[in-house]
Nanobody, 117 residues
Framework: QQQLVESGGGLVQAGGSLRLSCVDS????????MGWYRQAPGKARELVAVITSDGTTSYADSVKDRFTISRDNAKKSVSLQMNDLKPEDTAVYYCNSRRRISSPDYWGQGTQVTVSS
């Protein structure tokens, strides 16, 4: 049973915007940290942005000033607003949930983002 359900993604032209959303339906209590990672073909999975329960955020340098991560603690959800998309942002984007500081990570099934030039 998939516990992280993602939505959003798709095909967009360079300079366009997309919004990704994810809900951790399996979490019973407040989630320590949620975020997004991505994996391009032939490359390792990399962190895009994460946000902790107190609102502290961290971004990859490549997406700073273009992407914004936000969360709704009550809904156990996280969103990623992606603006000024570039072809190099093309990847499968994975939602990540770490329910406690030392607990294993849960992952979404991944959603494809394709940016055409």
């Amino acid at each position: 049973q998939q516990q992280l359900v993602e939505s959003g993604g798709g095909l967009v032209q360079a300079g366009g915007s997309l919004r990704l959303s994810c809900v951790d339906s399996g979490a019973m209590f407040s989630i320590y940290r949620m975020g997004w990672y991505r994996q391009a073909p032939g490359k390792a999975r990399e962190l895009v942005a994460v946000i902790t329960s107190d609102g502290t955020t961290s971004y990859a340098d490549s997406v700073k000033d273009r992407f914004t991560i936000s969360r709704d603690n009550a809904k156990k959800s996280v969103s990623l607003q992606m603006n000024d998309l570039k072809p190099e942002d093309t990847a499968v984007y994975y939602c990540n949930s770490r329910r406690r500081i030392s607990s294993p990570d849960y992952w979404g099934q991944g959603t494809q983002v394709t940016v055409s030039s």
